[in-house]
């Protein structure tokens, strides 16, 4: 292992804060130039200049007094004259440069003030912190002198200004420990309370029992402490996605950004241009039919009879009011709308479906869910619970159950794109659109036997808008769920376009959504956290917004589909140029 670790000369990511790593490297200061002690320096230039100033005013005025010319000057007004230009130097240079560099960087400061940009700020300061500053400004450095760091290893100082790796000793010991199984690595948190470190110290141990280099997935620039007991477990880095945006989107009068994070070229581009001819026809109308989570357990009775009398039960109206008390208990969002029940034999599938407020409303549900299940534990003491999730959900499943019913958030999205807008921008007709609609979307996934695959694309952009937003992008499954319609309107003018989307299962507050990446893009759309006005506006929103991408994406795919360009953008803008063969050795 030891050998493996020399080896590899990476320039592995620092174990220690960059911060720390750059004041230690700016610990040689201007000041270290002076013979005395900076206050000191200061006082002796402070008494020269203020001296010299005195006895030069006092002397000339008594000069003036008697007519003396000024131009004879004594040996002592000489002395003080130096006196004069050795300390006004000193202080121009000491004062002066701190003035202009406060001007300078004074932009810098309002940005950091700012409360919305945490992160950009905490980018500017730790370029600042790197940046070595010459007299003043180094001077009074206010960041406090860290004692030095046992560096045992420094891989490689790289001129392209790589992180530099600094193993401590006591880094290094927790690496060997980590290798050798004696520290388990998911207990890296818990041990050292520090969430990065721990991180770097996975990562290391990682690249060394592996022997395989980790240079490329970044481990700096991100907050571990955000993720931790919620979103990644025993995490080693960060993979990065490109977000790109396609808008302006207008739907319902009101103008949107939409964040899309992908790797797919031409993705963007093309919701883009669907953007474009959207609000060049006046905008889209998004309408959200339904907003309820759901959850199914699975329960099991001796008889099909017992079974049967449990969703008896359930589905009598006079009962509700008393499950949704209970139900209810479980979070001030959680609103029980229904239960759907299910039988198969003596099994029972229970689908509780209830509204969330702004959040996506897994956690909520389930909690609502189990609530009832103990309730029901007294009436029905033979029912065995089997699971909480008994997949008539359904949860990241393609399921027909989602599809007719609905889960999450139920939209339907329409514009009317105008004839002239189809052929200037999309360069198609419509015409041409309604055909390829019916023979690809409609009859096409009729042949195929989709279900819910009713469109060209829907999953790329729930799935964009997914990860750019902070969503589970594993509910991109049933959240694409989509049907595409087109028809030519006003005397076959026109086109009229539509997506109905039953299950997008979105939320803006809980999981990734309060990540800073995440919730910056949230923040770019108008729907960062919990609504203040009412409770789920914010999640609503958002789904509309998904439509409309949706909808605009599904009108530029047709339209390049239909005009044949698919291919040609595609080669343009989806191939990469590069030699594959040399970037995978
Ligand atoms: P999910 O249920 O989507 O898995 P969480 O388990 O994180 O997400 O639940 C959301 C949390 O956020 C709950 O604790 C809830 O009380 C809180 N919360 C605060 N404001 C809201 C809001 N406007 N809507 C929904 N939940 C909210």
Redesign the pocket.
């Known amino acids: 292992m030891e050998a493996r670790r020399r080896s590899s000369t990476k320039p592995f990511q620092s174990l220690k804060p960059t911060k720390t790593v750059s004041v230690d490297e700016d610990l040689t200061k201007a000041s270290d130039a002076l013979p005395l002690p900076l206050h000191l320096s200061n006082a002796v230039f402070f008494t020269l200049f203020f001296s010299a100033v005195y006895f030069l005013l006092s002397h000339w005025r008594e000069k003036i007094r008697t007519s003396t010319p000024l131009s004879v000057v004594t040996y002592s007004e000489i002395i003080a004259i130096l006196a004069f230009v050795a300390s006004f130097i000193y202080l121009l240079g000491f004062f002066g440069i701190d003035f202009v560099q406060s001007l300078i960087l004074r932009p810098q400061t309002e940005v950091w003030n700012s409360e919305d940009d945490d992160e950009v700020a905490d980018v500017l300061l730790r370029k600042e912190d790197a940046r070595k500053v010459p007299c003043g400004q180094a001077l009074d450095c206010s960041l406090p002198p860290l004692p030095p760091p046992a560096p045992i290893v420094t891989v490689q100082k790289v001129l392209d200004e790589k992180p530099v790796t600094v193993l401590t000793e006591e880094d290094e010991e927790i690496i060997k420990s980590v290798v050798a199984g004696t520290t388990p690595s998911y207990s890296l948190e818990s041990k050292l309370g520090d969430c990065k470190r721990a991180a770097a110290i996975r990562r290391e141990a990682l690249q060394r029992l592996t022997g395989k280099s980790l240079e490329g997935l970044p481990l700096d620039g991100f907050d571990y402490e955000s993720i931790l007991g919620q979103c990644c477990e025993m995490p080693v880095g960060y993979v990065q996605i490109p977000v790109g945006i396609a808008g302006p989107l207008l739907i319902n009068g009101r103008e949107y950004s939409v964040p899309m994070a992908t790797t797919e070229g031409c993705l963007v581009a093309s919701t883009n241009r669907g953007c474009k001819a959207i609000h060049l026809s006046g905008g889209a109308t998004s309408t959200l039919l339904r907003d309820g989570m759901t959850r199914a357990p699975v329960v099991r009775f001796g008889t099909a009879k017992r079974a049967a009398d449990l969703k008896l039960y359930l589905e009598d109206p006079d009962n509700f009011d008393t499950l949704a008390v209970v139900f209810n208990r479980s ?3 959680g609103r029980l709308q229904g239960i759907k029940c299910a039988i198969a034999g003596k099994n029972l599938y229970l689908r509780f479906t209830c509204t ?10 389930s909690k609502g869910v189990q609530n009832v299940l103990d309730f029901l534990q007294t009436d029905f003491p033979d029912m065995d619970v089997m699971g909480i999730s008994g997949n008539f959900c359904s949860d990241k499943k393609p399921a027909a159950v989602n599809w007719i019913e609905g889960r999450g958030k139920s939209v339907v999205c329409e514009a009317i794109i105008k004839g002239d807008i189809v052929r200037k921008v999309l360069k198609t007709t419509v015409e041409s659109l309604v055909e390829l609609n019916m023979l690809k979307n409609l009859t096409g996934s009729a042949m195929a036997g989709a279900l819910g695959g009713f469109n060209a694309h829907a999953s790329n952009i729930v799935t964009a808008v997914y990860i750019a937003t902070g969503q589970d992008p594993a509910q991109n499954v049933e959240s694409s769920h989509c049907i595409t319609m087109m028809e030519a309107v006003n005397d076959g003018q026109d086109l009229h376009i539509s997506v109905t989307m039953p299950s997008i299962e979105v ?1 803006t ?3 990734g959504t309060q990540l800073a990446s995440q919730s910056a893009c949230l923040n770019l759309l108008g729907v960062k956290g ?2 203040k006005e009412s ?2 506006a914010n999640s609503r929103m958002l789904a509309t917004v998904v439509a409309g991408a949706v909808l605009a994406g599904e009108l530029s795919l047709m339209s390049a589909l239909a005009a044949g360009q698919l291919v040609k953008s595609h080669m343009k803008y989806n191939r990469s140029n590069k030699d594959v063969s040399k970037a995978s050795s």
């Open positions: 979070s001030r969002f969330t407020g702004d959040a996506m409303g897994m956690n909520m549900v939320g507050v809980g999981g919990a609504s409770a789920g």
